[in-house]
Nanobody, 122 residues
Framework: QVQLVGSGGGLVQAGGSLRLSCTAS????????MAWYRQAPGKERELVAA???????NYADSVTGRFTISRDNAKKTVYLQMNSLKPEDTAVYYC????????????????WGQGTLVTVSS
């Protein structure tokens, strides 16, 4: 079974920075697209940023220029560097992959991490 474990959330003042990490379980052979989504209270879950295996990226307009997504394929880890944080960035952040293949060959689709809370105070 595929597991994505996120970490790095917390409380930060507006204008501050946080770095989120999400690591896949050790039995994974390869991961396709990795992404971060977020869900604020009372709102729909939305895409924040995504990165392909070839390191192509895309961002939500609201975070462009402030957030940077990156990945380390060898470590099976995706990162989200968040700078110039705003109170409206407050949300639970979820890592996600559209496809992960285990060492034994089994493939899993649309895998979500457990979420990590980011709170930005004004």
């Amino acid at each position: 079974q595929v597991q994505l474990v996120g970490s790095g959330g917390g409380l930060v003042q507006a204008g501050g920075s946080l770095r989120l990490s999400c690591t896949a379980s050790e039995r994974i052979f390869s991961i396709n697209v990795m992404a971060w989504y977020r869900q604020a209270p009372g709102k729909e879950r939305e895409l924040v940023a995504a990165i392909t295996r070839a390191y192509s990226t895309n961002y939500a307009d609201s975070v462009t220029g402030r957030f940077t997504i990156s990945r380390d394929n060898a470590k099976k880890t995706v990162y989200l560097q968040m700078n110039s944080l705003k109170p409206e960035d407050t949300a639970v952040y979820y890592c996600y992959t559209d496809r992960a293949t285990l060492v034994g060959g089994a493939t899993y689709y649309e895998v979500w991490g457990q979420g990590t809370l980011v709170t930005v105070s004004s």
